[in-house]
């Protein structure tokens, strides 16, 4: 009989181990905390977008689904992760970028943070190898910015809008670059996967267009050889004494009694939070939890900070057209003062920000365009900054319990000198970019989130003594757990979107135990 | 000192420590919880909810209505299938919808009889308008309005949060873009040519 493997989450990491494991012929339970989520999220696109209607069947109770918080980060974590199969891929932006070489050595090439175990180099194929996976539109011939790859995109780019072009024309006099964005969206058709018709609902994408995680768990079921545990709460693993993973504990979160799972091999995959937490609940031998001989889980637990900004010009921009996301820079990814600053990632929104040019007040049609007409004039531009991580970034059991009496994970977070400074730096692109596109009138938003970038905690490293897993998401000490997604990233994969690099990760891990077990 | 007059005394000082209890305990929750207390009261009495009437299937009467006054309130040419589509999946779905649906069509019939007119429907579009004007609470300013429908016409309160916002919201996102020079609104399929283009009715 072929081996056996329990994965704790079926998002976008689960998902690709669960698809790559079982079409390999090995028998994978998925175990899922939250409700389903039907695909393609036709229903779901009906609901939010036709009917304004968020249908609460599809978020996991809040006592399930929490966590509490200290520090100075204003946002709450909850808002930005849901726990349901598919996991929070279900609604992402679906941006798909590469982390630089740079971004793997930081601590050597620029004194901050710490170097990964693996280089980009490990890693290339792999990267490949997560495009094909999602079927990402790209290229990198407008970008000169873009590493080095060793296979194109697998579809073409989608291309600027007409207005970015313009953008991008008078940015191109000032020495700033904009190119065009990859992105886990189907320029056109891909595998079973119909091709982007636009709809600009790309949260509740009704075709499949915008990858889900849903696609490739419905291609894992169908092998046969793969099951789905939906709203199924694992509450710890279970270990030997030789550091050995033997089962899951888990409990329908209807019922009362919690039963044991057996599995050749288990992996953790619950977004980075749940997964740190899942280790500290199974506290093997002590109270601080698995792999945390070191004293690492938990720690190096970090966010990108995101903040937006809107520009007005006397001319209409035409948001929303294009309902993905078009144009970006990369410029300032290696910047020359890096070390000093951070990584910074630029993206020209395609969406009316901040909700200008709303109806609120009804009245003659003139009133009503008098209402509507800001919403033309107004771009919104995106600055992601990089962070690192620090003795006040952590994540730790809570006080607070759920339904089953388990903490809650906790977070801390103060931001860092380094952060503060590089949030200066986002403001002063900001402003830079609104007076060279000439701007007449700018918000800042003070309302800095991390975009659902969680990473850390279970950080990846050469040993037991600096990290949790090595670089294939093996927990150090153990022969057959592992922990996998943005968990085990040991910086904040620069200012890029982390969830490429986490699939790229999962790929390759899913090989490694492919070839451990065979 | 007679016993009834000790125990009257004694009744008496209860009373006031009690007071004073009382007077202390609620000066403190005031204190404490005194936005808290303010903010729901201001809550229930401005916010009436919308209830838990069973959803149904609305009558073509009533959706009429609905979208005759969904023409009134936006005065604009609109394509009013998805008004009637969202109006009764929202009776259909949600609790509370479909009876204030159909009090919202009683009144705004009710209004149109008043005028001469055989239901709101059919009415023009200034006479709808100037219907809606009777019943809405929105006009900005008018607190004096917006006093009388919170003692008065509490109904008028839910027709203006969970009709005309919701509404304006639903055109907002759809017609307003039309409106604006766009030639389909998000949430269509717009295919990926035109939007590399110039607007062509900018």
Redesign the interface.
Known sequence: MKPTVAIVGSGIVGAAIAHTLSRSGYRVDLFEKGPEYPYPHAKQFSERIQFMYENPIYAASKDIDAVTVSGDYAWHPDRERFLRVGGSATQWSAITLRMRPTDFRTKSLYGYGEDWPLSYDDLERYYGKAEAHLGVSGTDVDNPFAPRRSRPFPLPPFELSYHDRQLADILRARGIHLHTTPQARTRLPYEERAGCQNFGACQFCPIGARYSPTYHLLGALKTGQCQLHHDVSVRRLLIDKAGRGRAVVYQRNDESKEQEHPADVIVVAAGAVESIRLLLLSAHGGSAGIGSAGGHVGRHFTFHYLSSGGCHYASPVYPNRFGGFAAQSHQFLDHPSRGKRGALKVEVGTQTPFHSGRVTRWGSQSEIVAQLRPRLHWRRIILTTESHPSAEKYVRLSDKRDRFGDPYAHIHHVATDFDHENLRFAREIFDLLAEASGGDERIFSEDIHSGGHHMGGCRMGRNIRDSVVDQYGRLHGSSNVFVTGGSTFVGTSGAVNPTLTMVALALRTADFIGDQLS | MSRPLRRSRRHFLQAVVLLVGLALGGAFAVRHWGGILKSRLKWALTDPPLGDAVPGPLPDSVVGALVAATQG????EIETT?YA??FR??AE??RGYRALYERFAVALDRAAREGGAPDFAGCGLARRQSI?RQI?V???GDRLSRIHALVFRRDSLRFEKYI???V??????TD??V??G?ESW???????E??????SR?
């Open positions: 309130l936006v005065d604009t998805h589509t969202f999946w929202r779905t949600l809606l809405d929105t006009p900005a005309i916002r919701e304006l919201a639903l055109f907002s996102h307003g873009w409106l604006l766009y998000p949430g269509t399929p717009r295919g990926l035109s939007y590399t283009r110039a607007p900018g």
